[in-house]
């Protein structure tokens, strides 16, 4: 058995494709919590994902799974990791039967009798090809395998996009059972944020390839909030303190990184906290640093 | 790799039983009329004698067609399919390295391979005894050629569609490496006959049309299929080794 | 156990959290030795996260009301009384100073708040 802090331990990946390249992403995903990998779609989520699996190479960096080598170990790092993708990646033609005819013969771990418990509490038919399945039974039917052969790291690529809200609540519920064994840490990535606003422990923003921020996501939204204000006290305000401010015609809603500090300093503002999706939206614009 | 395995005849089944009942069909109805031309209908017509060996040298052909290239051809688009539902994704998630994954594709089609020639070897045997003929060790050699040959081509396309990913893109790079092959083959046949009219003109000038072309051509086909009889194995094995070294390397590419 | 919390209050989740659970073992709810749920089965409960919980819990510890002991969970303290009577003290002050105020709009004096004091608190001791 192996004994590690960090369930992923990313330091320095790179990735370089013609026209867009993943730029020295770090970060780590503590044991026994759940991640939220947050970005535009194209900001770089699936190739970090892609790179963590080994389904591509990475160029440079060293990416650890589990206290294991994610390239050296890569056997063995599998048996113990699941991966969920935004597609059912089994062909349309076969059905739940032949998955677990399959996957017991893949994974060592493999537990038929936990895969049709999930089946069940699903209510997945057995017998249906998988080309009958609606979109949420076929993320559910994903799930159900992931946790079938006694995974320690779940990770997710974009896995509730396109599930309607009550199929999203099912499964997140679901993930956090999964979590309350604290061996079990889960990393997913999504650029629906509302999921992970309450339920994520830690958040990592990534945008363009590279990284934005990473931590609690309690520290983030604590700190982060949205400053509103007339846009002549915006001229007041210091460039430092800004993320990006948006402009309107009856005002200005500026993203602070302080907001104790700003509400310090700026007394009198309105300053609301902040949705991890504002913080995402002000930080891509940040370069504009003023935007309508 | 069981599971890989069980996947993919899986997946191939259905065009396999169809083609199975073609088959079955086809040798079935074919052995009938082979029969009634001594026992039945067509017994004691005109030239019925040279139909029934002129059938019996041609419809082996058919049969082993049938057979070798219905038997493969359900798994045939497996690897084309594989990417289009993300499986090919999913399978670099699986503790499962990459020699593992071509051998188990290698295998399954390996055993289908073998299936078509059994059947095609088949066709030929009964297609002889329906029609009272002896067995043409001729016609068996051919086959086996055929197969060797075609087995070749059909591990060929393992790794050429794992690199090419879609049929269309795969046919397309076949067909330009192909074509400048093809018309070679072309040219050169084309030659040969000319070859055989002339020194049939010079030795046997009194048969007619070509009869006397065919007579200078036969021994020396006869002699370079019974050389292909162990060429081609010896072509296809290392076909289908190299094949595999190629396929392993190209998984471990991971063009993603 | 209940526990609420408000998403729109501005106060922090863990602190919500803290305080609530505080509450329930000042006025009694909660006793000397009773188990509180685990931080996980809480967060998942709640449908937060368990850095969340995690930092309630140690708050609670910090401030000597809860004692967690890994691998069995945490249990509320014993020995309360001090910090609860600090506590209640603190509540009968801030309500006095409510009833001060309360006193004064309506303009009575001293001496009859005193007088009023008397009959409730006696009475009270009589029940």
Request: proline share 2%; glycine share 8%; charged share 20%.
């Given at each position: 058995m192996n004994d590690y802090e960090n369930a992923v331990e990313i330091k320095g990946l790179t990735k370089r494709y013609d026209g867009f390249t993943l730029d020295n992403v770090s970060?780590?995903?503590?044991?026994?919590s759940?991640?939220?990998?947050?970005?535009?779609?194209?900001?770089?989520?699936?190739?970090?994902?892609?790179?963590?699996?080994?389904?591509v190479k990475k160029d440079e960096g060293e990416i650890k799974l589990l206290g294991l080598d994610s390239v050296k170990d890569e056997f063995?790092?599998?048996?113990?990791?699941?991966?969920?993708?935004?597609?059912?990646p089994f062909d349309d033609r076969l059905n739940a039967n032949d998955i677990n005819k399959i996957l017991r013969e893949v994974f060592e771990q493999w537990s038929s009798e936990t895969f049709f418990g999930y089946l069940d509490r699903f209510s997945l038919p057995r017998k249906k090809k998988f080309g009958k399945f609606s979109?949420?039974?076929?993320?559910?039917?994903?799930i159900a395998s992931a946790l079938s052969h006694n995974a320690k790291l779940l990770i997710m690529d974009e896995a509730t996009t396109g599930l309607d809200p009550v199929v999203r609540n099912e499964i997140l519920d679901i993930f956090l059972e999964y979590l309350q064994n604290e061996e079990h840490t889960i990393l997913m990535s999504s650029h629906i944020t509302s999921d992970l606003d309450k339920v994520a422990d830690s958040v990592t923003f990534i945008d363009k390839g590279k990284l934005l921020i990473s931590g609690y996501k309690d520290d983030i939204l604590d700190s982060h909030g949205v400053l509103k204000c007339t846009k002549n006290d915006y001229k007041e305000i210091d460039p430092e303190d800004i993320i990006s401010a948006r402009l309107s015609d009856f005002g200005a809603e500026v993203m602070v990184a302080d907001r104790a500090e700003c509400s310090r300093k700026y007394s009198g503002a309105v300053i609301d906290p902040a949705t991890l999706e504002e913080i995402m939206i002000y930080y891509v614009n940040r370069s504009k640093k003023e935007w309508r | 790799m069981k599971g890989l395995i069980y996947r993919e005849f899986h997946l191939s089944r259905k065009p396999f039983i169809m083609m199975l009942l073609v088959y079955v069909i086809f040798v079935g109805m074919?052995?009938?009329?082979?029969i009634s031309t001594y026992a039945g209908n067509l017994a004691g017509t005109e030239g019925v004698e040279?139909?029934?060996?002129?059938?019996?040298?041609?419809?082996?052909?058919?049969?082993?067609l049938i057979a070798l290239v219905g038997t493969v051809y359900g798994h045939n688009d497996i690897i084309e399919k594989d990417y289009q539902s993300h499986w090919q994704l999913y399978s670099y998630t699986l503790p499962m390295n990459e020699k593992k994954i071509a051998a188990s594709k290698f295998i399954v089609r390996g055993a289908f391979l073998i299936l078509g020639m059994v059947l095609a070897f088949l066709a030929d045997i009964i297609f002889a005894a329906a029609a009272k003929l002896p067995l043409s060790t001729g016609h068996l050699k051919n086959i086996f050629i055929a197969g060797m040959l075609y087995g070749a081509v059909c591990f060929l396309d393992i790794p050429s569609m794992l690199r090419f990913r879609t049929q269309a893109k795969n046919a397309a790079i076949?067909?330009?490496?192909?074509?400048?092959l093809f018309a070679a083959l072309g040219y050169g046949t084309f030659k040969v006959i000319k070859f055989g009219y002339a020194e049939a003109k010079r030795l046997y000038p009194d048969l007619e049309g070509d009869a006397g072309m065919r007579k200078v051509l036969m021994p020396y086909i006869v002699k370079y299929r019974d050389m292909a009889v162990w060429i081609a194995p010896i072509v296809f094995v290392l076909t289908v080794l190299l094949m595999y070294i190629w396929a392993v390397k190209e998984l471990k590419r991971r063009r993603y | 156990m209940d526990i609420i919390i408000s998403n729109s209050s501005g106060e922090p989740i863990y602190q919500q959290i803290s305080s609530q659970i505080k509450a329930l073992i000042l006025n009694g709810t909660l006793k000397a030795g009773d188990a509180l749920p685990s931080m996980r089965t809480l967060a998942q409960q709640l449908r937060i996260s368990v850095i969340t919980t995690k930092r309630a819990y140690e708050d609670l510890e910090r401030d000597g009301f809860i004692e967690s002991y890994t691998g069995k969970g945490s249990f509320v303290k014993g020995q309360n009384t001090e910090l609860l009577r600090e506590e209640y003290l603190r509540q009968t002050e801030?309500?006095?100073?409510?009833?001060?105020?309360?006193?004064?709009?309506?303009?009575?004096?001293?001496?009859?708040?005193?007088?009023?004091?008397e009959l409730i608190y006696g009475g009270a001791e009589n029940e």
């Open positions: 970060f780590d995903v503590p044991k026994g759940i991640m939220g990998f947050i970005g535009q779609n194209g900001a770089g989520k699936t190739t970090t994902i892609n790179a963590l699996l080994n389904i063995e790092v599998k048996s113990q990791i699941a991966a969920v993708f935004d597609e059912l979109k949420g039974m076929k993320m559910k039917l994903q | 074919l052995s009938l009329v082979f040279e139909m029934r060996s002129s059938m019996y040298s041609q419809m082996y052909l058919y049969g082993g076949g067909l330009a490496i192909a074509a400048p | 801030a309500l006095l100073t409510q009833v001060c105020d309360k006193a004064r709009q309506c303009e009575l004096s001293l001496d009859e708040l005193k007088e009023m004091l």
